[in-house]
Structure formats: C-alpha cells, structure tokens
C-alpha cells in the first residue's frame, strides 16, 4: 500500500511540471488496426464511433435489437445499465461473437460495479472517498474495480467523477464529487483512474469542462457554469488537467453551456471552443472524447438527435454514447462526410484511435454465468471495502475527547435512531460492546411521540444519535424531514449526546445546535458497513482520521476533522484483514459444525476467533436441542461451568495479589482460618492454584442428600422459598442458606491425595467468593460486577442468569433426571454450584460468547482493555507461566496450559492443539465449553456447546477429540490469505 501511494503522489507532482502524456494504447502493436482499417467502409468507420445502451433485463427482444444494431450498422460499443453480473455475462458473450469488430462493453461504475448492479461488493460514493487520507486506498480500489469490469467481459468503464462540487445544491453530482478541493478531487480522481488503467481497463474522466458548479440537471435541462477561463482553469479543470498530465485514456464531455468562454450557449459537448480548444489544445489530452448520454435535455432540448451527433463529432467527440437510434445517427454521420460538412481525415483518426483502444484493452472471455460470485465478492475486494468504509468516517466535534467512551461502567446508554423504523446496523453493533436500550423516532413520528421519548431519555446520561433515512441527493432538502430534524436538535440539548449521520455531509445545516452533541460523527451515506464501522469509533475499536471533502455552511471548512485514537476494544471484522483466507476457514469450520450436529456431539454451537485484537469469525450453528426448534444465534447465553474459575475468581484474586493483600506462596490457611490445625494448613496458593495441592478432584456433594430420608432432606430443600431458603437451585427447588458451610467443612474434612502430584481439582474453588470478600472487604459478586465486568461492557455475564433474563436467551443444559428432576436452563448445571445458591467459585457464571471474548482479550492484552487497565502485565505474565514443569504439571495459576511438550505429540495426544504456543492459556468447561488465547499467535479461540444436553453421558465431544482438531484446522488457516 505504501508504495502504491508513493506512485500515485509521485505521478500527481510530475504531471504539474510536464507535458501531458500520452495514453498507453497508443503503444500497441498497430498492425492489427491497420489491417482492418484498410479493409473497413466509411460506415463501418462511423460505426465505431457509436454506442448503444442495452437492459439485459427487458429480455430477449432488447438483446436482438441490439444484436441488429451490431451487424447492421456496425455500432462500436453497448453500455449496460441497471442489471445482474449473470445478465451481463451472458449478454456480453452473445454481443462479442455478433461484432466483426470487437465492442467497448461499458458501465457506469463510479463507485464499484455496485452503481449499477445488485449482488456485487459495495465501495463508499465519491464524497466519502474524498474524505480520505490515504490516496492508495482508492488506487487499491481501482484495481479491484478493473478485475471486476474484466470478469464480466467489460473494458470501459465511465468514471472517475473528476467534477469539482462548488455548489451543495447541485442535483447531480454533489455525493458523486470527490470534494469541492480541486486538488483533492484531482489527487483522488487520478489514484481511481490509475488504478483501473493499471488493469488495462478505457476509463472516461467525467465531466468536462466540470458539472460541479451546476443548481440543474443536465438529464432535464441545459445548466450553465458562469466563470470566466481563468476561474475554469484554476478550479474545475485542476483534475482534468491532473489525470491528462498521468496519460487517462478517456474523458466525457457534460452537456452544460459555459458563457463566458463560449458566447454561442452551445452544450460543452456541441462546442468546439471546449472539446478541442480547450481540451485537446490547451491541455494536451490525446485519448478518447466520450459524449455524455445524447439522450438527456441538455441535448435533446435544442436539437435532434442526429444533428447533435454530428455536431459533436465536429466538436471534437470521438464516441457517441447512449444513441437510440443507431442507423439515424450513422446515416446522419455518413452524410456529412459526403457533403463535406465532416472530413473523411477526422473520421478516420477517431475510428483509429478507437480501435488502437480496444486492442490495448482486449478482454478475455469473461467467467462463466454461474463463477461470477466467488470472483466479484473475493475476500481481497471486501477488505478494500471495508477500510474505505473505516477510513473515511468523520469527527467533526469531538469535547473533551468524549469518544472513544470511557468507563462504561458510569454510562447508562440509549440510542435513537432517527428515521429508522426498524432497529438498524448502527444499533446492533453498539450492542457489542455493553449494554445499550434501544428507540426509533420512525419516519412519520408526530410531536406526542418525540414528548415521551424525551420523558424516557431522561433517565439515561448518554444518548447516541443516529440520523437516518435522509437521501444523498440534495433533491428535496436530501430528505431530510423538519421534524426528524428538530427531534434531533430538541434531544441533543437536554442529553449527553452523540450524533452520528448517515447522511450527505451538506444536509447538517438542516439542523440547529449540532455542536451542543459531545461527539458528531459524520458517515457519507447509510450502507451497513457506516453503520457497523461508526459504532466500533463510538466504542474505540477502531479510530478515525476522515477530513471532511466540503465544506457545511460556515459550521465547517472542508478539510476539518478530528483524529480519534483507538482505545483497544474488539473489532469485527473479516478473516482477510488477519491474513486469513474466509472462503478456506468457514468451508472448515462449517464441516466440523455439521459433523458434531449430525453425529449428536451436540445440538449446537458457536466458534469465534479474534486475532490481534479483531474478531474475524463468529457464527453460531445448530439449536438449543435436537428438535431443532430454538436456532441459535450470537447472543445466546450459556453455562460455562469451569471457566467461571478463571473469569470469576481469578481476576479479583490477581488484583487481590498486585494490591498486597494476598500472597501467592503463603499458606491458604492464611487466609482461610477454617484450613489452620488441619492437614490443610501448610500448602500455599501457588498450590492449590495450581492443582497441586494435593486435594481431591471432587466431591458429589448432593449424592448424600440423595440417600436421606424426607425430614432430613426438608433440612437441606424445599420446593418453594421460605425463611432461610432463599437460595434457588431450580425451577422447583430451594436449599438451606446455609448449606454452603456444610459444603467447606466436607471439603475440610476430606482426605488429601497421598502425593502432591497434579490433580485437577475445584474444591478450593468453592471457597474463592468467601475468601475473596474476607480478604477485600468487597462482596464477591459486586466485587466481579463493578470492578471487572460493568467497565469491559461484559453485561450477559452474570451468576443465576434466570434472575434476569428470558429463558429463550438462554442455552438450556442437561435434562437432570437424578437430582432436580428438570430441563436445566438458568440455573447452573454443576450441582455443587447449585447447592451453593448458583454461586461459586469453580461453576455458576453465564455469559454470551462476545462477551467471553471480551475477557480473554483483557488477558491476551496483559490487563488492558478499552480505556482501562485493570491488570498488571507482569501479573499475567506469572499467572499464565507453567508453574510445576519439573513435575511433569502443565497448569499455571488457575488458568490450564498446553501439555508439556504438546508440540511434539500427535494430534490425537495433544491437548489442546498441537499447534498453540507454549504460552497459551485457557481453560475449558464441563457443559462443552472452551476458550484458549495464545499470545505469541495473538489469537484468541472461544468454543460453546451444550454437549451435556440431553445427558451429561454423551462424551463424544472428547472422545472424538472434536475441539483440538477444530482448534488446529483453525491453526492450519492462519496465513493462507496476503
């Protein structure tokens, strides 16, 4: 990228101080040009200098009308409007074998194939693209344009737009302009242009002499530009004079009368003082002239057609574009070469011209009808995109750099969307990151509606703003209606506010007080990847560097924005901007997702990854169970039985150890009193931590329980709450408050292990909440909540998620026929967790995969996260270190590591891939879930299932080995995309 910039300043310095360069086709082998020159008519000459326009989609009488046109009047080339890739394709195939000569097949592409067609990659319109820094990004995007053009069997294409937008109510080029700088607009015209010719693909630099200062629409009028040469010169001509100097191949004329250079009030495409007096000898230009469309008022409202195209080619026109009728024109054309009106000289140096044109841009047969897909939406093409998107997004106000937000945790947060009737792209992403309530002032909102909405914001402190539904055209005041408009103004000056709009810059001063919002972002339009990219900005997981293409009334000169610094929260993304190849990955782990449902490993399940920090993969597969009911989807909470151990005790207890008030190699019994006089006084934290204590692995608490007869077991449960059973266990069951001390004096009775190898054991666990709160003073549960949880945004987190949330948020576990006696959805599957109130140390928690994501991030970046650091890196470093190697242990404190020498084992004996570093750390759960972070890989791997349903008995996910050969595949993708 950064040598594509280089190139492109390089050419925009040069073209300043030299003579203009001439177009590459010029260099071709001329051998096959003169053959058939000598062998053409005048009216196959003619021909050449004539296209059509065809809609595939009006069906097989369209496509033989202009297959008439090819063999009968030899017409030199089609452009394609509103259509399908597999129309084109086909089309252009039937059109290229009627042709003696080959066509210019064109498109209006100025922002990608997209301007024109449907299922195809989306680039921003010219105006965002103008609000860029980064001029490669946009070479970079001519390329892929050009591939594209080429896959269909297309060489032309009309674009770039080198219009400089003087004026915000100009109804047709305003959004389609690179800005109203002409060295802006000329930079960025040029990087476009380079990048399409560099694909040997006829570009047409448009509209001479420059549409931009126009208040009418060439398609319904004649507009006139009154400024003077020297003004032309200095302003609207800047790009065309840029892309002439580099040696751009085309450029189209504008219908627009300019009369102060030339009196005539002739149509710029119709005026000789502009299409060769200006164009050709002022400025050098030696490609091809195309007309704009002759079918427009600005033509047709003074002329016929055949008039006009004669006139045009008198003028210095080489192409005719968007003839209706073929044969009248080409008559009309002949004829005045016969009288003399036209020169049989200019015929044939225009028809040359044309022909060493097509030679230079020859295509090859383009892709088969149903290969057009995985060609026009490749990874590499979606990548640009997104950075287009990304880049390009605006601040404008930014007090006291309120965005990225800061301390989630202190905001109590809604969005309005404006004009939205629906929740929108901006508002799901938002959700992401916390928790954020969501309102809609719908299109035909009425002022009682905007009262209650401003009633109910009151009890937020931040409002972010979304302004939607407005038009990018500035037809109609862009759309923008008056009430959306004060609903806005009225909302950002009672509230904390942040305003986004997915809008054309210029419609901002429809709105009063804008700057009273404490953030303004601007986005040039409301395709999804603004949306999406605007919330990552309003979060941190991406900054911004936008300059703003033009300028908004006396609010804001072009070329302002802010610089915005990303805050190191996740970003979502795809695959290919980690160097992973989508179509190889998901093709890999949708295998490995089909096979563990249809061989019931599971019901269902979701992978993500994230790697240097951006999740580039997550999907959910599958149901809640096998009826296949309830799908899942990527909010779905579970139970994630022991990777409570380190998401809920483990980060209190290393903020408990950087603090001081917990050593890691003093005895537990310091600071478990209950431990002291017993066998349990002497081993220290380090141990237990990492298993190597010399504890049991478990004890069935609730077995015993079991075994009791009805009075004792009325001791223990009751089947609905009363005083001293509050703490619930199921839908039906409640147990004694104070069972849990039953349960620490069983673990402190129970026998110790006869050697101090590993063992992995969660007794020590029960006890984390209640040592934790000893030992901060800090209730356990809000110590979690408040200080780790509510400031990472990580708000599905929680113990007893049956509290809080639908059951149908919820993935359900096992059907416990032996204990409960009850689907288990809600309320923790481990029963001594249950016994425990839902509460513990080792089981309890439940979360959403994102928000696990979260957490494993806050480890992987060693303690920071968003704006915050809630840890020590030197305290990861030690916690995530082998602590017993040279006891063949491979566990760290309380997080899991590789086996020892895993790299060296065969798949089947490693745990967990063979391919994770030997820093890696993670940690998996009973119910099927798994995460694993690998800091030298910067990779983060989240597995959730609920193998237990509908019994815990089904084992397959090990036995078959099922997350480390997934895990490796995954390994196996890293790299596959540069």
């Known amino acids: 990228m950064r040598l594509a910039q280089i190139i492109i300043i390089l050419f925009f310095f040069l073209s300043l101080n030299s003579p203009a360069k001439k177009p590459d086709f010029f260099n071709v082998e001329k051998q096959w040009v003169d053959s058939l020159m000598e062998n053409m008519s005048l009216k196959e000459k003619v021909g050449q200098l004539i296209m059509v326009t065809t809609y595939p989609s009006q069906g097989e009488a369209n496509e033989q009308q202009i297959i008439s046109y090819i063999k009968k009047h030899h017409i030199g080339g089609v452009l394609f409007l509103r259509n399908s890739p597999s129309q084109i394709i086909s089309s252009v195939q039937r059109y290229q074998s009627a042709a003696a000569v080959p066509l210019f097949m064109a498109l209006d592409a100025e922002n990608g194939l997209s301007f024109r067609l449907d299922s195809v990659i989306r680039y921003p319109h010219a105006m965002g693209l103008g609000a860029l820094k980064d001029d490669s990004l946009i070479y970079r995007m001519g390329r892929e344009v050009g591939q594209q053009l080429r896959t269909l069997g297309l060489n032309l294409n009309f674009a770039p737009v080198a219009d400089v937008n003087s004026n915000p109510q100009n109804p047709i080029i305003n959004y389609r302009s690179f800005g109203e700088n002409p060295h802006r607009v000329a930079a960025k015209s040029l990087a476009l242009a380079k990048g399409m010719m560099d694909e040997q693909i006829i570009v047409s630099a448009k509209h001479f002499p420059g549409h931009g200062d126009t208040q009418y629409d060439s398609h319904l009028t004649l507009p006139a530009v009154n400024r003077t040469y020297a003004q032309l010169d200095t302003i609207d001509f800047v790009p065309f004079k840029t892309v002439i100097d580099s040696g751009i191949n085309g450029i189209m004329s504008a219908h627009i009368s300019l009369p102060l250079v030339d009196g005539s009030g002739a149509p710029g495409t119709l005026s000789k003082r502009v299409m060769t007096d200006i164009l050709r000898d002022s400025l050098g230009f030696e490609g091809i002239v195309f007309s704009d469309g002759m079918n427009m008022r600005g033509i047709t409202r003074d002329y016929n057609e055949a008039e006009a195209a004669v006139k045009a080619i008198q003028a210095g026109v080489d192409v005719i574009e968007f003839v209706l009728n073929p044969g009248l024109v080409s008559n009309a054309i002949v004829n005045a070469v016969e009288s003399g009106e036209l020169s049989a000289e200019m015929i044939d140096k225009k028809c040359r011209k044309i022909l060493l044109a097509k030679k230079w841009a020859q295509t090859d047969k383009p892709v088969e009808a149903d290969e057009w897909k995985q060609e026009l939406t490749k990874g590499a093409h979606q990548l640009t995109s997104r950075y287009l998107y990304e880049k390009s997004l605006t601040v404008v106000e930014n007090h006291d750099d309120f965005i990225p937000l800061k301390r989630l945790d202190t905001l109590r947060i809604a969005s309005v969307a404006v004009g939205a009737d629906h929740e929108t792209p901006f508002q799901e992403m938002l959700e992401k990151y916390t928790t954020v309530d969501h309102y809609n002032l719908k299109s035909d909102v009425r002022i009682p509606e905007l009262e209650s909405l401003k009633n109910i914001l009151k009890s937020y402190n931040l409002v972010v703003v979304s302004v939607h539904g407005t038009t990018l055209s500035a037809r109609k005041n862009f759309g923008v209606k008056p009430m959306h408009a004060e609903a806005v103004s009225q909302i950002i000056n009672d509230n904390p506010s942040i305003l986004t709009f997915f809008s054309n810059p210029y419609s901002i001063e429809l709105y009063n007080g804008v700057d009273k919002a404490e953030s303004v972002i601007i986005a040039y339009g409301e395709d999804e990847l603004y949306q999406q990219y605007a919330a990552q900005l309003v979060f941190g997981a991406i900054g911004a ?75 959910p597969y599958g149901f809640f169970t096998y009826d296949s009911v309830v799908p899942l989807n990527k909010e779905h909470v579970y139970d994630w039985a022991s990777l409570t151990k380190i998401v809920g005790p483990l980060p209190l207890l290393m903020k408990a150890v950087e603090d001081s008030l917990i050593n890691i190699d003093a005895p537990f019994s310091s600071y478990w009193p209950d431990f002291r006089n ?27 329980t079991l075994m009791m007869d009805y009075q004792r077991r009325r001791r223990i449960f009751r089947n609905h709450p009363t005083p001293g059973f509050s703490k619930r266990m199921s839908n039906s069951w409640y147990v004694n408050d104070g069972f849990k001390y039953h349960i620490f004096s069983e673990i402190k009775k129970s026998e110790l292990l006869r050697t101090n190898d590993y063992a992995y054991s969660g007794l020590a666990f029960y006890i984390m909440p209640d040592l934790l709160e000893n030992v901060t003073g800090i209730d356990y549960e809000q110590n979690l909540t408040n200080n780790f949880l509510l400031p ?104 899991d590591k590789p086996y020892i020498d895993n790299h060296e084992e065969e798949l089947d004996d490693a745990y967990p891939a063979v391919a994770v570093s030997e820093h890696s750390f993670g940690h998996s759960g009973f119910t099927g879930t798994f995460a694993w972070a690998d800091p030298e890989n910067e990779l983060l791997f989240i597995f959730m299932s609920n193998r237990v349903y509908p019994s815990r008995e089904n084992t397959k996910l090990f036995g078959k080995n099922f997350r480390p050969e997934l895990q490796q595949a995954v390994y196996e993708c890293l790299g596959s995309f540069e």
């Open 678 to 704: 017993t066998d349990k006084a002497n081993f220290t934290f380090r141990e237990v931590l990492a298993h190597q204590a010399r504890l049991r692995p478990w004890i069935a608490f609730y077995l015993d």
């Open 792 to 895: 990472l945004g990580a708000t599905t987190v929680m113990y007893n998620p049956y509290r809080s949330l639908r059951y149908s948020q919820i993935v359900p576990t096992e059907v416990d026929q032996y204990f409960r006696k009850e689907l288990l959805q809600g309320f923790v599957h481990d029963e001594g967790a249950a016994m425990m109130g839902g509460v513990s140390g080792h089981a309890g928690l439940f979360g959403n995969t994102n928000d696990l994501a979260k957490i494993m991030q806050l480890y992987l970046q060693k303690g920071y996260y968003g704006d915050l650091n809630y840890l020590d890196g030197s305290t990861l470093d030690e916690f995530t270190r082998v602590q017993f190697p040279e006891n063949e242990n491979r566990r760290g404190l309380g997080f």
């Open 545 to 619: 560097d936008g300059q703003l293409p033009v300028s908004v009334g006396k609010r804001y000169d072009e070329g302002h924005g802010i610089t915005v610094h990303p805050s190191g929260r996740l970003k979502y993304t795809i695959p290919e901007e980690v160097g992973v190849q989508s179509e190889l990955l998901k093709s890999k782990i949708d295998s490995f997702a089909r096979y563990g449902i249809r061989d019931t490993i599971f019901p269902g399940c979701q992978v993500l990854l994230a790697k240097n920090g951006k999740v580039f993969f997550h999907e």
